[in-house]
């Protein structure tokens, strides 16, 4: 990645107790190349009252360093996976008050003037934080800056707290950020900041609280006809990303159910992400992604599958079984499972392990990864074949790779009728994976076909979904102690035999829904 000019910085929130085992860490003691320094920074920033700066990512500050003023011009404010690359512009001035004239940078300036006109400059909010720097310099002599900043973000009365880590790349790879970070955070739970300090301040100066910790079903990437095939690899990746890193926020702090399935929805996504792109892919560390997303997959499922066991089997059965107490029995003891279930995806969650993953995936996403290879020497028409695949508009790409995902499902679903239960699980992942792709397209296609065809499929996984939802009900005799009480043995029987007779009318369903979906226009 070509970061002339601009400014490449990895920034994660964590709290006090983590920031002190941080300042004590081997690995600075290995990369610092000298002591760290600590000192007292006050940040102005400004804006129109019309924030004209802020609504075209651009933030404006003024800063108290060492008894001098600094004003630093940022433009493409923003955050994807903890990581900021604004183009920046920084100068010295005479006081606390922007200096347009003094930007540097021309068509920065220029821009900037334009945005502002003759409207007045007004001091919006501060930051006011006591920050102490390291410079750190890998074997390989890259050099990156390692600041921890703790302080506050000022606006009139109110103010918020501020923890912060961030690693600047001075010099070298943008790879060396994510490796200095891997090696950094091997002990501690981080959480990429979302909002830049900019960010933050305009949402407090606007009176607007923090976001709340909440399940995140995940944005969808914002494509466009004419982008690259391999740009919007890079899109969908960092979706993806974000709605892992989100819930996996919330599983740390809540019981809320929904965290543990949105968490598992988003690494499904990452893997199916990474088949779907498989033709513009030729590196072996798509491999090893692939396989850390399909761990955590699987321990996160582990209590996604207590939950739906408590809320979609046992509760719907509540009021129509004779074996009250048998089945209040069976609740305990899922509960209890549930129990271990979360704490055993919280410590997988809250490890280095999960941190590492998720530097691995932003590196993998942002200095491309998928393009390195290792072994065989790449052949120049192979080469070549893969440079047009990864600048083909996305939208002729996405045509071909639906086209594949829905032949595949298509073959699946041959002789529907008379399915076993293992080729009924089969043709449940094909669907799956073809709803994935359509919605990392979506954006592509007009809006009406396209949710057409996404209402028909989502009805038909749901009635999939509870077959497999019956099916895992199926274990619930294997789970049960030895010896069961009786009442627990015959409520489970029970519930088996609800569902299972739910399950053979919502398998006609199924066949209706096929049907249905067989008929709704291919968007693409």
């Known amino acids: 990645m070509d970061i002339s000019g601009k400014e490449a910085e990895l920034k994660v929130e964590l709290g006090p107790e983590d920031l002190a085992l941080l300042r004590k860490h081997p690995v600075l003691r290995t990369l610092a190349t000298g002591p760290a320094t600590t000192r007292s920074l006050r940040s102005i920033y400004f804006d129109t009252a019309g924030q004209a700066l802020h609504a075209h990512r651009i933030s404006l500050r003024v800063r108290r360093v060492d008894g001098a003023w600094i004003q630093t011009v940022k433009q493409g404010v923003g955050l994807s996976g ?16 922007p200096a347009l004239d003094a930007i540097a940078d021309e068509t920065m300036r220029a821009g900037v003037l334009a945005l502002v006109k003759s409207a007045p400059l007004v001091p919006l909010f501060e930051t006011r934080m006591r920050r102490t720097q390291r410079d750190l310099k890998t074997p390989d002599g890259d050099l990156v800056e390692l600041a921890f900043d703790v302080g506050e973000i000022v606006a009139g009365e109110a103010s918020r707290p501020l923890c912060e880590v961030e690693l600047e790349l001075k010099d070298g790879a943008l790879s060396a950020l994510f490796e200095v970070a891997r090696s950094l955070f091997s002990d501690v739970t981080i959480r990429f900041s979302k909002l830049s300090k900019a960010q933050r301040g305009y949402a407090l100066a606007a009176g607007l609280p923090d976001a709340p910790l909440a399940p995140s079903a995940g944005a969808l990437p914002a494509l466009k006809p004419k982008m690259g095939a391999e740009r919007a690899l890079r899109a969908t990746l960092r979706a993806c990303a974000e709605q892992i890193a989100d819930n996996r926020a919330v599983i740390l702090a809540s019981d809320d159910p929904e965290g543990a399935h949105q968490l598992r929805v988003g690494l499904r996504r990452l893997r199916s992400a990474l088949k779907t792109f498989h033709p513009l892919i030729e590196s072996p560390a798509t491999e090893h992604l692939d396989a850390q997303a399909r761990h955590f997959a699987g321990i996160a499922g582990r209590l996604r599958d207590l939950d739906v066991l408590l809320a979609d089997i046992l509760a719907p059965v ?40 998720l530097l691995d995936l932003g590196a993998y996403t942002e200095t491309r990864s998928w393009r390195a290879r290792t072994g065989a020497v790449q052949s120049v028409g192979l080469a070549q074949q893969l440079s047009a695949a990864r600048k083909e508009p996305v939208r ?48 592509l296609y007009p809006a009406k076909p396209t949710q057409r065809f996404l209402k028909q499929l989502k009805k038909l996984q749901d009635l999939f979904g509870y077959l497999n939802d019956v099916a895992m009900a199926e274990r619930l005799p294997a789970m049960l102690p030895d010896p069961a009480p009786t009442p627990m043995t015959l409520a489970a029987g029970h519930t088996i035999g609800w569902h299972q007779a739910h399950a053979d009318h919502a398998w006609e369903d199924v066949q209706k829904r096929w049907e249905k979906l067989c008929g709704t226009e291919r968007f693409w």
Not at 82 to 97: K, Y
Not at 410 to 439: C, D, P, Q, V
């Open 318 to 357: 509540r009021d129509r079984t004779p074996d009250r107490d048998g089945l209040k029995m069976l609740e305990l003891m899922l509960e209890d499972h549930r129990k271990a279930a979360r704490a055993e995806v919280r410590a997988a969650l809250s490890g280095g392990a999960f941190n590492g993953f």
């Open 82 to 97: 903890g990581l900021s690359t604004p183009r920046e512009c920084e100068v010295p001035v005479d006081g606390p008050e």
């Open 396 to 443: 002729d790409f996405a045509a071909r790779a639906l086209d594949a995902r829905w032949a595949h499902a298509e073959k699946r679903a041959r002789h529907l009728e008379s399915l076993t239960i293992e080729e009924r699980h089969a043709l449940r992942r094909s669907l799956k994976k073809l709803r994935y792709a359509t919605e990392f397209f979506a954006a």
